[in-house]
């Protein structure tokens, strides 16, 4: 039985949907109004309030806390200063995925470390031998996500002693809301100016009013799963278990992926010291990945055609996709499937339907053609696609 | 003196003028769009009328907005942002109950079970209609009419092709496609439902821009356009431009120029050159004269062929019809700048309800007599009222806490029978739209900060649009497809070669479409190539 979040009393009285999710074990909305449309215009026109509670938190603390992180990440800490987070995955020693999430540098020896799924042993094992504590703070910090363009406003209003001017993409600040402490971090899922809220559960409620009772000002909406899904999809931001399989969950060989192979390649440091999976990386690197990741645009007046053999206008709005499809080249005769899209969506702001997923290394130029697959009245289809840079929607204001 | 030559001059920059000109420079043409005011947009504006309060002065819903244009001119790039405008209000007539409908489907059926159970249960056969009538009719939009009349192939092939889409129907729903194309808004929603706040507020969307009421014949087509959105779905084609209707111009200016027309505001046009029956260029107000072998007009076709040119170079029998298109304008137009939200007396308090549409329609009989009065000359003393608070939308539209209210009122008719539209009329207007509104919601004198009255002589003197008709003529079946804007004349041509006509006074109408910009000038493109 899923449990509530320390948000709970608040999200689950405007939750008119009734539709539930299980995060990690707890109740979250999937959405709260009849539609998640409203939500997610939320992020992209104004501010969206998300229960993001559920992730996993750690924090490594200690002198050699910063060796740790060092050793389990594939970004470089020694060149992360205090104050700023990262995202980034971590690998096994064979260079597949483990996890990603963000790191943030509280203090030079204090790092916390949020992931999808539990870590713990992982850290705590990895760290052997070095004189660092890894702790599992997940049911200490409860966490909202604040995203949309007018999230800034709405945080100026309510949080003391941050200068959100000065708080540059991926860095935190510590300040108050209403005499409580609480970290905000410059980070988010949606591609879109966002920050999210770290506080005690215990002053979860309480963050909660403060922002809402301003945001309402400001056309603050409490925002669900699904508006957070198409946002994630249109920013070309990878899911864990959706777009790529854990290494520690892969069953078989081919589950697995390298960072280069899920468009982490950025996030990976191989100059740096020492790390678990430097050494399968550099081999990679050295030799190319099997597969790459994309981002592909489908061919609006394909998919119409498609729909329109059924006598039928696209029905490809509403809910992202998590089904994978598969991926097949465009060439006449050999159908030879040559990869697959793991998370797919109408983008409402681009007015693209557009999707993210992996595809053989030979067959993944940018700007090259393949055929997807799409099922219209349950007969297979193949809809021309084209491959494009990721993200597909990419606000100067995020960084700005 | 500017004496720059272009390839082509569109005359206008309302949001057919720029999708005529986007069309005609991504074609290669040097082209000027020509805006008198300082600002694009037409009746598509935006405008901070009061400090902080941004109001969408005229229109204020982009409906049917065509799929093909966002796709071609790329809009989403230019910053299009079609807003969800999703569920309606209808208070009932003393304000104490209403009738909710939105997206939550069964709370919607179990909300006008309360007026009606049999309606309820009939509500997904309407939809289902509708459907069918939205997709029988999508088609004609994006096509130029062939004209019955006319025994050249192209519109034989043409009537052709159209009778081969219509008879795809089968036979139950082109049964009801002739009765939507002749029977009045009430006689056909009456066909499914009998409980007031549903059948006034459905045929409410029949009568919009028209000087027609829902028991008037004809005005039953004019449904369609709430329910055309439901079929270019994916598009959202039915909702709230961010920024207002005036947000959706600036994105066709943009998206015109980076196909590189130029636009160019302050910039009136008094009348169009000709020399041997074919147009040469435009003179401006200011005296200018702008040379292009080319020139569309987006005006209003009063406008188009009894100002611009000289009406005696043109067919007589074209000059009447022109003279006879039905103009009158019915709407006027209420901005409020609010001090906070207001509450409604039926449903107190904030929620999703007042981020959608108010429609102040509680029966047939309300909105048939607000008809009644501007039949005989008056303004409706009881006017039927959409109401959207756009700032609830979007929060750029007001300061933060506070809001604006959009208020589209009818009837208001452009010729009083006491004489002209005066300041004290205009207010007595404002008045009678704030009477019914206060009824509805109870606080609302109290929170006006500012209020915007324009009645359809503001709409003409500001956008210059005949009569201030939204629709620049009446949308009746005397008036569509082949017949608009004149017999004959009907696909975007003129008498004068290079002359061509690309607003919303023809095929396929008013409404924030952008059909007729982009069909004139591919029919311009086609013609002069």
Known sequence: ?400 | MNNHTYDAIVIGGGHNGLVAGAYLARAGKKTLVLEKRHLVGGASVTEEVFPGFKFTVFSYVVSLFRPEIVRELNLPAHGLTILPLESTLTPTLDGDDYLYRDGDHYQTLRNIARFSRRDADAYDDYGRSMYFMAKAVKYILGVIPPDPTALHPKDLMGLLEMARHFLGLGQEQLYTLAKLMTMSAADFVEQWFESEPLKATLSASGIIGTFLGPRSPGTAYVLLHHYMGEIDGAYRAWGFHKGGTGGLAEVLATAARAQGAEVRCNAGVARVLTAGGRATGVVLDNGDEIRAPLVLSSLDPKQTFLRLVDPAQLPDDLVGAVRRFQTFGSSGKVNLALDRLPELGCRPGVGRHLAGAVSISPNLDYIERAYDDAKYGHFSKQPYIDVILPSMIDPDMAPPGKHVMSCFVQYAPYKLADGEWTDEKREAFGDAVVDVLARYFPDIRDIILHRQVLTPVDVERITGITEGNIFHGELNLSQLFFLRPAPGYAKYRTPIKGYYQCGSGTHPGGGIMGAPGRLGALEALRSSS
């Not at chain 1, 864990?240 to 468009?263: L, R, T």
């Not at chain 1, 130029?365 to 007969?379: A, H, I, S």
């Open chain 1, 1 to 400: 039985m899923p449990l509530p979040t320390p948000f709970h009393s608040r999200t689950s009285a405007v939750c008119d949907s009734y539709e539930w999710r299980n995060w990690s074990g707890y109740l979250s909305a999937g959405l709260y109004e009849p539609s998640h449309e409203r939500e997610y215009y939320a992020i992209r026109n104004s501010a969206a309030l998300i229960d993001v509670s559920p992730l996993y938190k750690y924090e490594v603390t200690g002198p050699d806390a910063a060796r740790l992180v060092d050793r389990v990440i594939t970004r470089d800490v020694t060149r992360q200063k205090i104050g700023q987070v990262y995202y980034t995955p971590w690998c096994d020693s064979a260079g597949k995925v483990i996890d990603d999430g963000t790191v943030s540098r509280l203090a030079a020896d204090h790092f916390r470390i949020t992931s999808a799924d539990p870590n713990g042993r992982w850290f705590q094992d990895v760290g052997y031998g070095l004189n660092a504590t890894v702790t599992n703070v997940s049911d200490d910090l409860a966490a909202l996500a604040l995203q949309g363009p007018r999230s800034r406003a709405i945080l100026e209003e309510v949080v003391d002693g941050i200068d959100f001017g000065q708080l540059n993409y991926f860095h935190l600040a510590q300040g108050t809301v209403d005499g409580f402490p609480l970290t905000v971090t410059r980070t988010g899922y949606t591609g879109d100016l966002g920050y999210e809220l770290w506080v005690r559960p215990e002053h979860a409620e309480r963050l909660w009013d403060c922002l809402m009772e301003r945001g309402s000002r400001h056309g603050i909406l409490p925002a669900g799963i699904l508006a957070l899904d198409v946002a994630r999809v249109e920013a070309g931001l990878v899911m864990i278990a959706v777009d790529y399989v854990s290494s520690h969950h892969a069953v078989i060989e081919s589950q697995k992926s390298s960072p280069y192979e899920i468009g982490l390649g950025w996030a990976v440091a191989p100059g740096k010291g020492d790390f678990i999976g430097r050494r399968a990386l550099l081999a990679e690197r050295e030799k190319g990945s099997a597969w790459t990741f994309v981002g592909v645009q489908y061919d609006w007046r394909a998919l119409e055609r498609l729909y329109a053999e059924e006598d039928l206008p696209p029905g490809v709005a509403g809910r992202a996709s998590r089904s994978a499809v598969p991926v097949y080249e465009q060439a006449s005769g050999n159908r030879a499937q040559i990869g697959h899209i793991t998370s797919h969506a109408f983008a409402p702001i681009l007015k693209q339907y557009v999707g993210i997923g992996q595809l053989l290394t030979p067959h993944a130029p940018m700007g090259g053609r393949v055929d997807v697959e799409v099922t219209v009245e349950f007969k297979r289809k193949l809809c021309p696609a084209t491959i494009v840079p990721t993200p597909f929607f990419d606000p100067p204001r995020k960084r700005g």
